[in-house]
């Protein structure tokens, strides 16, 4: 994001009949880097191609067949499943893949080497199931190290290390000794490998978006002498099927962004309906979930342009209004609103009765709408908050300013968004009341949003005059220089990690798949925000990693 200029701008009145000369905040964003290309840009797998689909079945049912053979051995039957997973294809049989991980986990350890422990520890904890670090311990080296020297066991056990818990010393070992001798092995490695393993060591397999990791391990794979040929036509098809399926997606969505013309009606805010919907195939890519990134893209849009209003564009008196209106919820409200702020609450109101109709009648589950309201009014709430921080100059401590923004990062309404999404069975009263109260997987997921969004930003929103960022509170409350509050930060980010790993794996806790929401999430923020705001600004790697998922096919 550039440093903000300060332009006068007309500032329309509530009653629309008057005006008067305020000075509005420009944050300078540039433009969208893709306008309207979707609108045109079709893949070849979208035409419904008989051949293509026939081939995909047989495929899909020959890896199920090698799933289920209950002749293979457990370290071979995780090495499967470990690929299935990476390789992205792993919603096609998760009853298969939960049946076969209950019984190898019951069967406790298997007493196998490094390398398979590792799978074994990862694949099972991945998956919620509860397992012990201490098995580490128990395959240590007599000088109480790691027997590793191959980069594909290194590679392993430093993945393992990522879902590591509070108190796991032997873990936090396994992550110290493996990243140093992977950095020291990179220079010795060739491709595809080399650039797989920088890539972990920057940003890791349990940290990352799982569609973008299936792109990437795809040629891994392929290089892998022991590789399944059916395994890996399976993944390449299948990538290139639900990538169509994701640029139609996309297309409709254009359509409406398009209508809506924010980009002449409302130019101080972010065009960045992409990348939204990147964001969000980062949470929910699976094709059963396609009207759920429909709307949740058009919320996580509107939300942004919100998010614009109440930090850069909006007056103190308008932000009032607005808030209000919001809480009002009624189409009546509008006319209290400025001219520009009538435009945006329209469509917050519109995507929500379309989402009513579409989704939420069609479940048969009205109840959903009033937590999908209530959410989405926690987040305006928690913008005015920093609004009337901002306006009123009042310095919020760090334990202030992190419980507000938790929520103004968007994650806990967007979370029972993606919840009400999914429908049956899991959209239910009990799962929506767990989540609109934000506990600890939720709020652990919203810190880290902050916080990193904090470490990327901070410089930035100084120089444009913002409200103290979560740094500058840090420094100031506890009479820190900002290279300590920085580190003290990411040892918050580390700490929230572990909460959510330990949270994944909760014995008799929700399902699992209630929880993937809020872990997607915190993925998609360091996938985002990875060393910039790649968000706000959206070219170099963020601009390559929406090409590589949604404009090219994969070569088969």
């Not at 520009?340 to 009205?366: H, P, S, T």
Request: include cysteine; charged fraction near 30%.
């Amino acid at each position: 994001m550039s440093a903000a200029q300060v332009s006068p701008a007309p500032v329309p009145a509530h009653n629309a009949a008057a005006s008067k000369e305020e000075v509005r905040r420009s944050a300078g964003y540039h433009p969208s880097f893709w306008g309207e290309f979707f609108l045109t840009h079709t893949s070849e797998y979208a035409k419904k191609d008989d051949k293509i689909q026939k081939q995909h079945e047989e495929l899909k049912q020959e890896v199920k067949g090698m799933l289920v053979d209950a002749t293979t051995e457990p370290t071979k039957k995780l090495e499967l499943i470990d690929a299935i997973l990476r390789l992205g294809v792993g919603y096609h049989f998760e009853d298969e893949i939960q049946a076969e991980l209950e019984r190898i986990h019951r069967l406790g350890d298997l007493d196998c080497d490094l390398y398979n422990t590792c799978i074994w520890f990862r694949v099972l904890r991945g998956q919620g199931f509860t397992v012990s670090a201490e098995e580490f311990e128990k395959i240590k080296s007599r000088d109480g190290g790691f027997k590793a020297k191959d980069a594909k066991t290194l590679l392993c056990l430093y993945e393992t290390t990522q879902l590591r818990i509070q108190g796991e010393e032997v873990l936090e070992e396994a992550l110290e000794f493996s990243s140093k001798q992977l950095e020291a092995l990179v220079p010795e490695l060739s491709a595809p490998l080399v650039d797989y393993v920088k890539n972990s060591l920057e940003l890791p397999y349990h940290k990352g978006m799982q569609r973008l990791e299936a792109r990437q391990y795809i040629p891994i794979y392929e290089a892998d002498m022991t590789k399944n040929i059916s395994l890996l036509h399976f993944a390449k098809l299948d990538f290139n099927l639900l990538q169509a399926l994701h640029q139609s997606e996309i297309r409709e969505i254009t359509r409406w962004w398009k209508d809506l013309d924010f980009k002449t009606r409302l130019p101080y805010a972010r065009d960045r309906l992409v990348e939204c919907y990147f964001w969000i195939l980062g949470v929910q890519y699976e094709p059963q979930y396609s009207m759920s990134r429909l709307f949740l893209t058009k919320v996580i849009s509107l939300a942004s342009v919100f998010d614009d209003t109440y930090d850069i564009y909006g007056t103190f008196e308008e932000l009032k209004l607005l808030t209000d209106a919001i809480e009002r919820w009624e189409i009546e409200a509008t006319d209290s609103l400025p001219s520009y702020m009538q435009i945006l609450y329209r469509a917050l109101l519109d995507v929500f009765d379309e989402y009513k109709d579409k989704l939420i009648n069609v479940q048969g589950k009205d109840y959903c709408l009033y937590y999908g309201k209530e959410a989405m009014k926690g987040l305006i709430r928690s913008y005015h908050t920093e609004a009337v921080s901002f306006h009123t100059g009042y310095v919020q401590n760090f334990e202030e300013y992190l419980d507000n923004s938790a929520v103004s990062s968007g994650y806990p309404m967007l979370t029972v968004e993606a919840l009400i999404g999914m429908g049956h069975p899991y959209a239910t009263k009990e799962a929506l009341d767990w989540a609109l109260k934000v506990p600890r997987v939720i709020k652990a997921s919203s810190d880290i949003c902050r916080l990193v969004d904090d470490l990327r930003t901070y410089k930035v929103e100084e120089e444009r005059g913002d409200a103290p960022s979560g740094v500058h509170c840090y420094m100031r409350d506890y009479n820190v220089s900002e290279e300590e509050a920085c580190s003290k930060i990411e040892e918050m980010i580390d700490l929230a990690w572990k909460a959510i790993n330990e949270e994944m794996q909760k014995p008799g806790h929700l399902p699992l798949p209630i929880l993937l929401p809020a872990l997607n999430f915190t993925r998609m923020m360091e996938v985002l925000y990875q060393n910039i705001d790649g968000y706000t600004n959206s070219g170099g790697r963020t601009k390559d990693r929406i090409t590589s998922l949604l404009v090219h096919p994969i070569t088969i």
